[in-house]
Each structure stands twice: as structure tokens, then as C-alpha cells.
């Protein structure tokens, strides 16, 4: 998936601009206090004008960060604001750790009976199943996703359901569809998670 489809779903989901989210990213790695050369911060706001100061005040209001600037003074410095830690590890943390652990948890192949097998994993490219599943399920419902992935290993290992390719599983959302399964047996393995 493009790093820019990722920053603008983190957009839809935080309810902010793209500026904001910007102005968030380049304080939460310290830009502004850089060398103007080296500065990403400085460098945008000498060619494209400030930053909105309205879209900051949001950002404070809604608790995106800390706004320890002293409006009395009428400036406003970029390291008198603090983003807070919980939004750090909302929005700069890789989403797509979500889906590359999706796709390491998927066995790479489902046996068929006699020696045969057929590949879990495909069906699409790796990043097409990362990209269709995090614009799914997203960083919340993740965890029940994979709780959900492995009663469907289970399901599929005792014959109660058939194996699917990974990209069905996203597409389908097959994890929906598991209420009221029930495994039958202790968990046993007769698929590869590595090819």
C-alpha cells in the first residue's frame, strides 16, 4: 500500500485534515528543531505560509496535543506544543504491522487430503491483502480478527470448513462469519506457515 493511502485513512479514521496530520508527524519527530536545510518543518512553512493556527487550535481542543504557547505573547512556537503519547502510537505507529502479522498467521497452505495441498496465501499480491484488510478492519478490530483466525485453522483442520485463499478470508470477511463454531478438538496442525 502507498504511505500516502495509509496517512489519509489514518485522516478519515482521526477525523483531522492532512495538514494537521502533518504539522502532528513533524512534531512528534522533533523537526522543527533541526537545521533550516535539514528541516522539513521550516522548509515548508518558508515556501507554503504557516500552518493554520485554527487547525492547531482543534488539534489542542481535541486533545491531540499540548499547547503550552502563552497567547498573551501573540506567538506561537512549534516546541511549546506536546503531541501526546497515546496519539504518537495512534497515528505514526506502521499500521501495516496489523496485516503483515495477517499474513505471517495465514498458513501459507491448506492440505487437501493425500498428500495435496493448495496455497493459502494466494490469490492476490501480499500487499493487495494488507491494503484490503486494513481498510476493513483497522487497527481496533484487529485483534478479533486473529482470535477469529485461529478458530478458522481449527474449523478448517477438522474438516468443519474448507480452507480459503487468504485474499477470500479479507474480502469476505470470513472472521464475520464464524459466530457460533465451536472447535471440536485440541488444536492440531497439519498446515505450513512458512512455504
Same mark, same amino acid.
Not at 86 to 101: A, M, N, S, W
Given at each position: 500500500?502507498?504511505?500516502?493511502?495509509?496517512?489519509?485513512?489514518?485522516?478519515?479514521?482521526?477525523?483531522?485534515?492532512?495538514?494537521?496530520?502533518f &504539522?502532528?508527524y513533524?512534531?512528534?519527530?522533533?523537526?522543527h528543531?533541526?537545521e533550516?536545510? /535539514?528541516?522539513?518543518? #521550516?522548509?515548508?512553512? /518558508?515556501?507554503?505560509g504557516?500552518?493554520d493556527?485554527?487547525?492547531?487550535?482543534?488539534?489542542?481542543?481535541?486533545? &491531540?496535543?499540548?499547547?503550552?504557547?502563552?497567547?498573551?505573547?501573540? #506567538?506561537?512556537?512549534?516546541?511549546?506544543?506536546? $503531541?501526546?503519547?497515546?496519539?504518537?502510537?495512534?497515528?505514526?505507529?506502521?499500521?501495516?504491522?496489523?496485516?503483515?502479522?495477517?499474513?505471517?498467521?495465514?498458513?501459507?497452505?491448506?492440505?487437501?487430503?493425500?498428500d /495435496?495441498? &493448495?496455497?493459502?496465501r494466494?490469490?492476490?499480491?501480499?500487499? $493487495? $491483502?494488507?491494503?484490503?484488510?486494513?481498510a476493513?478492519?483497522?487497527k481496533? /478490530?484487529?485483534?478479533? $480478527?486473529?482470535?477469529?483466525?485461529?478458530?478458522f *485453522?481449527?474449523?478448517?483442520?477438522?474438516g468443519?470448513?474448507?480452507?480459503?485463499?487468504?485474499?477470500?478470508?479479507?474480502?469476505e470477511?470470513?472472521?464475520?462469519?464464524l459466530?457460533?463454531? *465451536?472447535?471440536? *478438538?485440541?488444536?492440531?496442525?497439519?498446515?505450513?506457515?512458512d512455504?
Amino acid at each position: 500500500m502507498l504511505e500516502i493511502e495509509l496517512i489519509l485513512r489514518v485522516c478519515i479514521e482521526e477525523k483531522i485534515t492532512v495538514g494537521q496530520y502533518f &504539522f502532528l508527524y513533524l512534531l512528534h519527530r522533533g523537526d522543527h528543531t533541526l537545521e533550516e536545510n /535539514k528541516s522539513l518543518f #521550516k522548509q515548508y512553512c /518558508k515556501s507554503c505560509g504557516f500552518f493554520d493556527i485554527d487547525e492547531i487550535r482543534q488539534l489542542s481542543h481535541r486533545r &491531540f496535543l499540548e499547547d503550552f504557547n502563552d497567547i498573551r505573547s501573540g #506567538k506561537t512556537l512549534p516546541e511549546m506544543f506536546m $503531541v501526546h503519547d497515546d496519539v504518537k502510537q495512534r497515528l505514526f505507529t506502521t499500521p501495516e504491522i496489523e496485516g503483515e502479522e495477517l499474513w505471517n498467521s495465514y498458513p501459507a497452505r491448506f492440505s487437501l487430503g493425500d498428500d /495435496k495441498f &493448495f496455497l493459502g496465501r494466494s490469490g492476490a499480491t501480499k500487499d $493487495v $491483502v494488507i491494503m484490503e484488510y486494513l481498510a476493513k478492519v483497522g487497527k481496533a /478490530k484487529h485483534r478479533f $480478527v486473529m482470535d477469529r483466525l485461529e478458530l478458522f *485453522k481449527q474449523l478448517v483442520e477438522e474438516g468443519q470448513l474448507p480452507g480459503r485463499k487468504i485474499i477470500d478470508f479479507v474480502r469476505e470477511e470470513i472472521w464475520e462469519q464464524l459466530e457460533g463454531f *465451536k472447535s471440536e *478438538k485440541p488444536k492440531v496442525r497439519s498446515y505450513d506457515t512458512d512455504l
